[in-house]
Structure formats: structure tokens, C-alpha cells
């Protein structure tokens, strides 16, 4: 029952409590750069979530044979070749969002989140709670880039769901292409500064809905959820880390 | 309170200025007048409303931010009101209200008040969001021509041409009629003699330093002679025209984003000058006021760390000293 319990708790706290985006504030470079559409958003997190739960699992029952002083480029090994699975199987099957996504796809190799986790979960856990830690991860980026680009899309472009046909078409679906909803969008909501704007405004958002169930604003839970833990020289202080170091870890 | 009965112990200042926020803000908007007069009489009624939307746009923004987020009320400073005119003058007077009022919302909620209000805001929130909307909006550079007739309400670009910085040798204005500001352009921009009235009110009240506006114009003058051989037209044209003006007086000067001390105006103002005449010249813009008083706002605290201003009488050997230690 414990074990059981665990599971679910490692799943629900990538969703919100430690939403990789908006709480641990990794990942921040597709977010920005992808969250122009809800259709890139959406293949952007199923892309991700996909190689996040693979290497995960991958790596955690890898764990006791990777030596720990090349495990970063071991790491890089086995998410570099997920990343490649993925990135063929959205050439073969949804080339337009290869399209949209460019160069975005082959770089979730260097996907913050991915390697933070490999690092700080999965390279310590067993192989189940990798997995739905994995999940909890992915969904809570899905989630994140999916609002980002819902707000960004409908103001900056003024449109919604905009070439989602070449996702359901999958399925088979390609009459819906999506709304357009209006004319004269605010053009700079879909730029660079746009993008960063949102992200802060909706981060703000997810420190206060936070702050109202009483947990402290965007931190860390102790050193063992920082992705940087094992190359961080600072002293574990009462389950965080001094905060100069925090703050280089959210870049 | 000297004058008071009882003895007074409270600390110092004991003699305070009579100068508030409100009353140098009460300034600028006086002299803002002779400009908005001038941009009721080239665009007609519509500037005049335009104007009206966008000053209440942002008092009541500043309002409703400022109560929703329990801090106290600060629309009595009139700040807000400043940065209302200034955004209506840096729009045409074609543009549809609601854009107005977004670059309103941006230019109160997010420059301004998100950084803490008046005196922490970063930039100039009228320049802010005047970019927010020039990047958003096609509108923002459909200039609308003198002449429309004043009941023109409509705000139909029956009319519209060129800026003269993107104009051609045949379609531009005489020089006189460039000073009035009977020309395509932004509301506020145009007539140039009405901002030189203004400008010569904030100097008589005290309530701006010429430095930045002197150096900045200066710094274009010259590098637009240079550029043109010594053509003196061609830089009179250039500094008749866009918004040259009005950003070196109104703008550029904003207490909060330029330096204070006498070398980091001269600093600002040069690197303004400089930025604008390379966005003119060789940019794929055809005006870069706005984008170079951004910059330097961006800059400003860089160069107060460059320029703080020697306590008097502190000797030059002993900083050297000091870091020869460290």
C-alpha cells in the first residue's frame, strides 16, 4: 500500500507541485520557442514526454552499471537515441510538425528537464518510480506549454488550435482545422518578448495558486530534486542548498 | 513646521520644496498642451478623442492594478495621465481605439506597475508601449495625412501616405511646413514648434535639464551632417522629422529611466543620438527614437554605476589607493 502510494505521489507532483516548467523552471527554451501554437505544443510534449519516460526507465535499470563519473555522457547515449526514435517516427508519420517544431525535435537531447531528471530521479530510483515520475514530468510540461501557447496563440495570433489537423490526422480526422477567432491579433504575443512575457506572467500565476495552498514559492524540496545535487559544492543546509546556487540552477 | 507653537523634535528635512510629484507632472502636461492643441488642428476631433481615451485608459488601469493589488492609490500624481498623452501622440490618428488601449494596459500593468509603480519602473512605459504596439499592429505606421477636416471622425485612412523619413524627394514637405507639422505622422510628433513651446516651459519651470534633449538632437544634427556631406537640409529634414523631437523632450527625459548626474545625461543623450541616426541611416526601420530611448533607459543604471558624481572633497589619490588594497 505505502509503495502504492508513493507511485501516485510521484506521478502527481510533476503535474503542479513540481511542474518542470513553471516550479522548477527547467526546460525554458522550448517552452519558449514552441509555445507560438497549441499544436506545437502538444507535439512538442507528447515528443518529449515519450523520450522522458524511455530514458527514464532505461536509465534507472541501467543505474547500478553506469560508473557515476561518465554518467552524463552515458546519459546523453541513451537519450540521444530515443530523441532519434522519436524524431523518425515524426518525420514518418506528422512531417508538418516536424515542419513546425525545426530544430526544436532533435534538441529535447539537450532538454533540460530530461537530463535533470535522468540525474535527480532516475539515476537513484527504481525502475516503477522512474517511470511514473517520467509521466508526472512529462504531462506537467505538456501542461505548461499547452497554456503557454493556448494564451499565446489566441492573442498573439488570433486563431486556436490552428493545423491540428496535422496531429489527428493520425486518426485519420482532417476536416478540423481549427478557429480562427479574430482579425488585428496582438502580433507581438507570438514573438521572442511576447513568449517571455507570458511565461512570466503565468509563472507568477503558478507561485500564487502555490502560495494559496500554503507551499513556499518555486523551490526546490531539498537537495535530492536538484538536478544539479551531485556537482553542486554547497553545503546541504536543512534540505536546500545556499541560494546563490539555487539560483544558477534555474537557468 | 518652525512656525508652530510647540517645540518641534521631529528629524530633518524640517523645510521641504513645494516641488511634488504632482505638480512636475502638472508641468509636463501644460506643456504638453501646445502640442495637443497643434494635433487637434493638422487631424481634426479624432486626435482630440483619441487622446481623451487613452489618458483615462491608463487612470484607470493605474487604478484598478493599484487596488487589486493592495497597494495605495497613486492616479493623484498624475503620472498616469502623462503617459496616457504620450502614448496617443506616439499613435496615428487613424488607429482604432481598443489598440490604443491595449498598448495602454501594457504600458501601465506591465512596464510600470508590475516593476512597483512610479520611480521603478525600468523604462519609460509610454515608450514601452509604444513598441508593444508598433511590433503588434500594421495600424501604428498607416500615417494619416493633414487636411482629413476636423469632423473627420471616422478614422478612415482616406488619406494616408508615407512618413517623410521613408518618403521620396518629390513628396516631401517644405521645411516650414515640417516645423508646423503639417505632415504625415504620429499625433504628437508633427508640429514641431508646439513641442519647442513645451519644451521651453519645462526649462523656465525648472522641471527638465536641457542636457538631454540638447546632446541628443546635437549628437543626430551632427552625425546627419557628416552623413550628408554637410548638406544642411537633408539634416534639417532629419531632425524636423519622426519623432525625433518630441522623444528627446518628452521622453527621453523621463526622471526615472535617464541618469542624474550631469556626465550620464551627456553619456544617455550621446548613445540616444547615436542609436538613432544608425536605425535611420542603416537600419531596415525608417524611425528608431523609441527603440534607441528603450536602449538607453535599459542602460541608465550601467551608466550611473560609471558616473556617481565624487562626494566633494574626497581626495582623487585615495580610490586608487583603496583598490590598490583590494
Known amino acids: 500500500m505505502a509503495e502504492k502510494k508513493s507511485l501516485g505521489k510521484e506521478f502527481s507532483k510533476g503535474l503542479i507541485s513540481e511542474n518542470p516548467v513553471l516550479r522548477l523552471v527547467l526546460g525554458t527554451c522550448p517552452t519558449l520557442a514552441v509555445s507560438v501554437s497549441v499544436t506545437n505544443a502538444i507535439g512538442m510534449g507528447i515528443a518529449a514526454t515519450i523520450v522522458l519516460i524511455c530514458s527514464n526507465v532505461v536509465i534507472s535499470a541501467l543505474r547500478k552499471v553506469i560508473p557515476s563519473k561518465i554518467r552524463i555522457p552515458a546519459y546523453i547515449v541513451v537519450i540521444a537515441s530515443f530523441v532519434t526514435i522519436v524524431q523518425m517516427l515524426v518525420k514518418a508519420f506528422v512531417p508538418a510538425l516536424n515542419d513546425a517544431l525545426g530544430v526544436y525535435l532533435p534538441l529535447i537531447v539537450v532538454n533540460c528537464i530530461i537530463l535533470g531528471r535522468a540525474e535527480a530521479f532516475a539515476g537513484k530510483n527504481p525502475v516503477a518510480a522512474s517511470f511514473f515520475d517520467g509521466l508526472g514530468m512529462g504531462i506537467g510540461f505538456t501542461f505548461a506549454l499547452i497554456v503557454m501557447a493556448t494564451v499565446r496563440e489566441i492573442i498573439g495570433s488570433g486563431t486556436f488550435l490552428e493545423g491540428i489537423d496535422s496531429l489527428t490526422a493520425l486518426f485519420g480526422v482532417t476536416s478540423f482545422t481549427g478557429f480562427t477567432l479574430f482579425e488585428n491579433p496582438i502580433g507581438v504575443i507570438v514573438m521572442a518578448p511576447g513568449g517571455f512575457l507570458v511565461f512570466g506572467l503565468v509563472m507568477a500565476l503558478a507561485n500564487k495558486i502555490a502560495e494559496g495552498r500554503g507551499k513556499p514559492k518555486a523551490e526546490l524540496k531539498g537537495c535530492d530534486a536538484c538536478p544539479m545535487a551531485s556537482a553542486c559544492g554547497a553545503a546541504c543546509v536543512g534540505g536546500s542548498c545556499e541560494s546563490s546556487e539555487k539560483e544558477e540552477q534555474a537557468v | ?326
Open chain 2, 1 to 326: 513646521m518652525i512656525n508652530g507653537k510647540k517645540l518641534n523634535v521631529s528629524i530633518s528635512p524640517h523645510l521641504r520644496s513645494s516641488v511634488t510629484t504632482r505638480s512636475i507632472m502638472l508641468d509636463v502636461i501644460i506643456a504638453l498642451c501646445p502640442a495637443l492643441i497643434a494635433s487637434g488642428v493638422i487631424f481634426g476631433l479624432r486626435a482630440l478623442i483619441l487622446t481623451a481615451v487613452s489618458v483615462a485608459a491608463c487612470v484607470i488601469f493605474e487604478y484598478a492594478f493599484r487596488k487589486f493589488s493592495h497597494r495605495s492609490n497613486t492616479i493623484g500624481d498624475l503620472s498616469a495621465v502623462v503617459t496616457g498623452i504620450l502614448i496617443a501622440f506616439n499613435c496615428p490618428s487613424s488607429i482604432p481605439f481598443w489598440m490604443v488601449i491595449v498598448g495602454d494596459a501594457f504600458a501601465i500593468i506591465i512596464a510600470k506597475q508590475c516593476f512597483g509603480g512610479i520611480g521603478q519602473n525600468f523604462v519609460n512605459p509610454a515608450i514601452a508601449g509604444r513598441i508593444f504596439m508598433l511590433l503588434s499592429f500594421k495600424q501604428m505606421t498607416q500615417w494619416t495625412q493633414p487636411g482629413a477636416g476636423f469632423m473627420n471622425l471616422a478614422g478612415v485612412q482616406a488619406i494616408t501616405g508615407a512618413t517623410p523619413l521613408a518618403a521620396s524627394a518629390e513628396e516631401l514637405p517644405s521645411l516650414w511646413e515640417m516645423f508646423i507639422g503639417m505632415r504625415g505622422g504620429c499625433l504628437g510628433e508633427t508640429c514641431i514648434a508646439a513641442l519647442l513651446i513645451g519644451f521651453i516651459y519645462l526649462l523656465i519651470k525648472k522641471v527638465i535639464s536641457p542636457v538631454i534633449p540638447c546632446f541628443y538632437i546635437g549628437t543626430v544634427a551632427v552625425i546627419m551632417l557628416i552623413y550628408g556631406k554637410g548638406d544642411l537640409t537633408f539634416t534639417a529634414y532629419q531632425l524636423l522629422s519622426g519623432g525625433l523631437v518630441l522623444g528627446a523632450v518628452f521622453m527621453a527625459t523621463d526622471y526615472t529611466t535617464s541618469p542624474i548626474s550631469r556626465k550620464g545625461k551627456i553619456i544617455y543623450a550621446i548613445g540616444c543620438g547615436l542609436l538613432t541616426s544608425l536605425i535611420r541611416l542603416f537600419g531596415s526601420l525608417p524611425e528608431g527614437v523609441s527603440y534607441s530611448i528603450i536602449l538607453m533607459n535599459i542602460f541608465t543604471p550601467l551608466i550611473e554605476r560609471f558616473t556617481t558624481p565624487k562626494p566633494f572633497g574626497t581626495p582623487k589619490k585615495e580610490k586608487k589607493q583603496k583598490e590598490a588594497e583590494a
